[in-house]
């Protein structure tokens, strides 16, 4: 009896102990999608369709993060002479808009290495972000765009089911202070982006993405990426942008250096001091 | 060597390898100038988008300069058990990290050596920096 009773106290110590650790932890924003469970069906709403609500983290075989190119032969953009002085823009004369508290907007969100949260309603889906954002898409049957929609930076959204799929079809976008993506590259007023988003199983989100924009590319391209679910814990918390964002003053113009692998920042950092000797 | 390593994967965990901060490291700081700075500290705003501390440090000369140390999101650091509680005024801090660009009295505090040997990661996750 007292052994039993030491064995369940030191159990319950260790996991006491455990939790400690876990608690302590900084979770991964990114999954190895190689150590993901597969198969498992994905939860249906009350009228059948998909429910796609989840904490959603990309994974680590998205590669290279953040650049809208990644499906593309050498992550090459098919920019037009006024795509690419716009980039040129972008990167000589304007800081990060998400730096500065803007919207990310579609479909860099999508880019984005932080996971997003879904809920889902009937007739409406919430994507939210961290920074405090968050679209919302109805997708009621029949809806169609405005023939002069106000510009903005997710655009006007538009969704419809095509049998397990939630197609979501935008226009109306702004297009000043938006990056397309992590990288700088750009997007025109004129650009259109259809998803097409669906839950393969109970633990991945997916997106197939057809990005349209004639000013600034010469033929429209696509983007997919798969998400994985987070622990039923996980959610987005609040963040407050614009309460000290004292590195504004301090931004250079673009997003600093692109390395050879196609994501941002530099292929050679210097090393770190060595730590400080143990006492 | 222990705690050497866990800090390693600690910053490859918050690192991650995808873009996902509130803004590139590259866009603000230079990754060829990697400084330590040891000094008294004065102020912490514990805040977002970055919580900021404040060391004042004697320069060659003897003169105080005060140096801003940028790491990541409160929350962020919270869940890697950097916590606010920590940082306390007038500890002497041992802070390793990355000079801003643009040359201001402004580092990536990527590591903080607290007075008791504690080392805390103070990278913003995700932000592309040197892992």
Redesign the interface.
């Known amino acids: 009896m007292i052994g039993r009773v030491t064995r369940t106290t030191l159990a319950a110590v260790a996991c006491a102990a455990l939790g400690a650790v876990l608690l302590?932890?900084?979770?991964?924003?990114?999954l190895d999608d190689t150590k993901v469970p597969k198969g498992r069906p994905a939860p249906r709403m009350a009228n059948g369709k998909p429910d796609f609500s989840g904490y959603w983290k990309?994974t680590?075989q998205?590669r290279p993060?953040?650049n809208i190119g990644k499906d593309l032969p050498g992550w090459k953009l098919p920019l037009t002479p006024a795509g690419e002085a716009a980039l040129k823009h972008n990167l000589t004369a304007t800081?990060?808009p998400?730096?500065v508290?803007i919207i990310g907007g579609t479909p860099r969100h999508n880019a984005?290495?932080?996971p997003f949260e879904v809920l889902q309603g009937a007739n409406k889906i919430v994507f939210m972000y961290w920074?405090s954002y968050f679209r919302l898409v109805p997708f009621t049957a029949g809806l169609k765009h405005s023939d002069d929609p106000d510009p903005s930076f997710f655009g006007e959204e538009i969704g419809r089911w095509e049998g397990d799929t939630l197609v979501i079809d935008s226009i109306g976008f702004k297009d000043e202070k938006v990056w397309i993506d992590?990288n700088a590259n750009p997007h025109s007023d004129a650009l259109h982006v259809v998803e097409r988003w669906t839950r393969p199983d109970y633990n991945h989100i997916h997106v197939d993405t057809l990005i349209e924009d004639p000013k600034f590319y010469t033929r429209s391209f696509t983007y997919a990426r798969t998400w994985a679910l987070g622990e039923p814990d996980e959610q987005i918390?609040?963040?407050?942008?614009s309460?000290?964002?004292?590195?504004a003053a301090?931004?250079?113009f673009?997003?600093?250096?692109i390395r050879a692998d196609g994501?941002?920042?530099?292929d050679?950092?210097?090393?770190?001091?060595p730590?400080?000797p143990?006492? | 060597m222990k705690?050497?390593l866990a800090?390693a994967a600690?910053i490859a965990?918050?690192a991650?390898?995808?873009?996902?901060?509130?803004?590139?490291?590259?866009?603000?700081f230079d990754?060829?100038?990697?400084?330590?700075v040891t000094g008294t500290l004065v102020k912490v705003?514990w805040?977002?988008?970055?919580t900021?501390f404040y060391v004042d440090v004697k320069d060659d000369k003897g003169e105080v300069v005060r140096w801003?140390c940028?790491s990541g999101?409160p929350?962020?650091l919270s869940?890697?058990?950097f916590k606010r509680s920590l940082l306390k005024l007038g500890d002497t801090l041992?802070v390793?990290?990355?000079r801003?660009?643009?040359g201001?009295n402004?580092m990536d505090a990527?590591?903080v050596?607290l007075p008791d040997?504690q080392?805390m990661v103070g990278a913003s996750?995700?932000d592309?920096?040197?892992q």
């Open positions: 302590a932890q900084e979770r991964p924003m990114q990309g680590t998205t993060g953040g800081v990060d998400e730096a508290c984005s290495g932080l920074y992590e918390q609040e963040y407050s942008c309460e000290n964002n004292v590195d301090h931004l250079g673009g997003p600093g250096p994501t941002r920042g530099y050679n950092p210097a090393p770190l001091p730590p400080v143990k006492k | 705690s050497h800090l600690a965990l918050a991650g390898g995808h873009a996902a901060a509130h803004h590139s490291f590259a866009a603000e990754a060829t100038k990697a400084i330590r705003e805040t977002n988008p970055h900021y801003a940028e999101a929350g962020a869940r890697r058990g041992i390793d990290g990355y801003a660009k643009n201001a402004l990527r590591r050596t040997g080392v996750a995700g592309g920096g040197p």
